[in-house]
């Protein structure tokens, strides 16, 4: 479709973006200093682990965005990692130790993630496939206490009950902390005060029971069959598009998962031109993952002028037509310390052009343009390749400087029992914006034009 093209450039460029083959393996192996620890007499399991230490080290040499890598000296980092790397087990041992390198670069969009956690959880989402999945996410918030922080809307988890905020105690019987079933999910290593977040992988039998607390002085846990299904983050934005109905007023809502594809588009220009017709005003929520510049601007369209943007490399930065519908009603942004990449870049842009309120927590701060790459053992490494302060109105750092919301409020995860602190501030910050307004009526469309399947 017109315009794709554009969408596929973008996505090797910004947030969680597209795979790249593996480079090759020279420079920093071939230049090692002359260090005591001798890699003569390493197993071939050991070298296979070096092997995977030094693919990482230089895609990180040829495609990191920072040529001076935050200065660090790349030899350097090899020697002293390079005995702890050799020694380690194979798969999560391994990875811990080079995360640990990755951490010492101090930036965001920079880790090693296992395969299975790319495969399930972030290529189906460049390419709009759908993969059977439990639909939920656990973040350990204190040491050995998991909490569900994410649940795909209309996905298994949503179906079974589990609530946003419930502590999982027992997966399969098990205890949450000794399951196979936790699956990293990366992170960003050299980002200051994360918490451990996981993906929860399907069980064998094909049902997956959770042992739940839902309240903190409850007596009684709760006991959960969750049987997977198929779906992705761009169906699960789908199925969130809602009309809230609070004080007398109608306020549409859309969770935007990400920005890594123009489903996303076409769900927020379809809520426009149908469900939200007759709404008084719209909730943007942008907690969570980044994406693309083109799906971001699409998305961002509808409310303010998305700054211009270079479509090819050494190109001038243009105005693109994004073909979106206009909405002219008040409008409100959420965000949390969850929301990174792209969505902070919508953010400070929102702000910027003064569109609407931002509720929520201050923004992460983590804001490179980045992409993955296969290492040997198959993981993957995502890495920074581009910074994109161009993307941002007055061309601001956003990288380690958050985004902040205009109104303040904390997000209480823990035993939050399915409550949204952000979205509920949200809908009451938004009703102070229309009480006073005239309500919509059906002469007063959002927009006339044909609509279409996809946004590009």
């Known amino acids: 479709m017109k315009y794709r093209f554009l969408l596929l450039f973008a996505l090797c460029f910004f947030g969680w973006a597209v795979h790249s083959p593996m480079l090759a393996q020279d420079t920093v192996a ?20 070096v092997e995977v230490l030094d693919g990482m080290l230089n895609v990180i040499r040829r495609g990191f965005y920072d040529k001076k890598y935050t200065g660090l000296n790349l030899k350097d980092l090899r020697a002293r ?41 972030f290529a189906p989402e460049m390419d709009n496939t ?15 206490d998991y909490f569900v922080t ?11 009950g589990l609530k946003r905020g419930d502590r999982v105690l027992e997966l399969e019987g098990e205890p949450i902390a000794d399951s196979e079933l936790l699956l990293d999910a990366g992170g960003d290593p050299g980002l200051p005060d994360q918490h451990a977040h996981f993906f929860i992988r399907n069980p064998a039998d094909g049902t997956l029971n959770v042992k739940v607390k839902r309240h903190a002085d409850d007596t009684e846990n709760i006991d959960l069959e969750i049987k997977p299904s198929s779906i992705n983050m761009i169906q699960a934005t789908k199925n969130s598009v809602t009309v809230i109905e609070y004080e007398g007023r109608k306020f549409g809502y859309i969770r935007f998962w990400h ?22 005003g719209v909730i943007i929520d942008l907690r969570g993952r980044g994406g693309s510049p083109m799906v971001m601007n699409a998305c961002f369209a509808p409310f303010g ?21 206009k909405w002219t009603r008040p ?82 995860v823990e035993y939050a029992a399915g409550q949204d602190t952000i979205k509920e501030a949200g809908i009451k910050v938004l009703y102070e914006k229309v009480k006073d307004l005239p309500k919509p009526t059906k002469k007063d469309p959002v927009d006339d034009s044909p609509e279409e399947e996809e946004g590009f």
């Open 30 to 49: 071939d230049e090692k200093p002359g260090a005591a620890f001798d890699e003569s007499e390493l197993t071939d399991a050991q070298k296979k682990n």
């Open 81 to 121: 990692y390079v005995k702890r790397a050799a020694m380690a087990e194979p798969g999560m041992p391994l990875h811990d130790v080079l995360r640990e390198l990755l951490g010492e670069f101090h930036v965001s969009h920079l880790t090693v993630m296992e395969a299975d956690a790319y495969n399930d959880h």
């Open 130 to 144: 759908k993969r059977s999945q439990v639909g939920f996410d656990v973040t350990e918030l204190e040491k050995g």
């Open 150 to 160: 994410d649940i795909l809307t209309g996905g298994a988890a949503d179906k079974a």
């Open 259 to 280: 920005f890594l594809h123009d489903g996303m588009t076409s769900a927020l220009k379809h809520a426009l031109k149908k469900e939200w017709e007759m709404c008084d």
């Open 305 to 325: 002028d998305p700054p211009p943007m270079s479509t090819f490399p050494g190109m001038p930065p243009r105005q693109v037509d994004y073909r979106m519908p």
């Open 331 to 412: 409008v409100v942004a959420l965000t949390d310390h969850g929301s990174r990449s792209a969505k902070e870049v919508y953010a400070a842009n929102w702000k910027y052009l003064d569109i609407g309120p931002v509720v929520g927590e201050s923004t992460l701060g983590a804001v490179l343009g980045s992409t993955f790459a296969q290492l040997s053992d198959g993981s993957y490494l995502l890495y920074p390749a581009q910074n994109v302060r161009d993307l941002v109105y007055g061309k601001v750092e956003l990288e380690g400087n958050p985004v902040e919301p205009t109104h303040p409020v904390k997000d209480l």
